[in-house]
């Protein structure tokens, strides 16, 4: 099916975005997220929208670490991961940011695979 794009962040990428989108719409607790992230987890970009004319609104899915206890926490295959809603500025978001390129393979969703039909 060829090649999709997908847009990362490394951990400490993601926390630069973090603190980036503090005093915005959409923000986390900083502290609560380096307690929490992987540090060397790949986070990906789930969404993004230009908003206000003036920043990025992206929702990320971030890989937690394997014994965190945080809340609203969703695990499959084991990996564990939370949805985090950041408003940021273009620069910092071009700044911290890669593009990757991915397998365009569309995997089944989990406790999918054996539904009936």
Do not use: C
Request: aromatic share 6%; no cysteine.
């Amino acid at each position: 099916m060829g090649l999709k794009k997908a847009t990362v962040a490394n951990s400490y990428g993601l926390q630069q975005l973090a603190k980036s989108s503090q005093g915005r719409n959409r923000s986390v607790d900083e502290k609560a997220l380096s307690e929490d992230i992987d540090p060397e987890g790949i986070h990906v970009m789930s969404f993004s929208m230009v908003h206000n004319d003036v920043e990025l609104r992206t929702e990320w899915l971030v890989k937690l670490k394997d014994d965190t206890k945080t809340k609203h926490v969703r695990e499959v295959d084991g990996v564990k991961f939370v949805s985090v809603w950041l408003d940021v500025d273009f620069i910092e978001f071009d700044k911290w940011t890669s593009t990757v390129d991915v397998d365009g393979t569309d995997p089944v969703p989990p406790a999918t695979d054996n539904a009936e039909a």
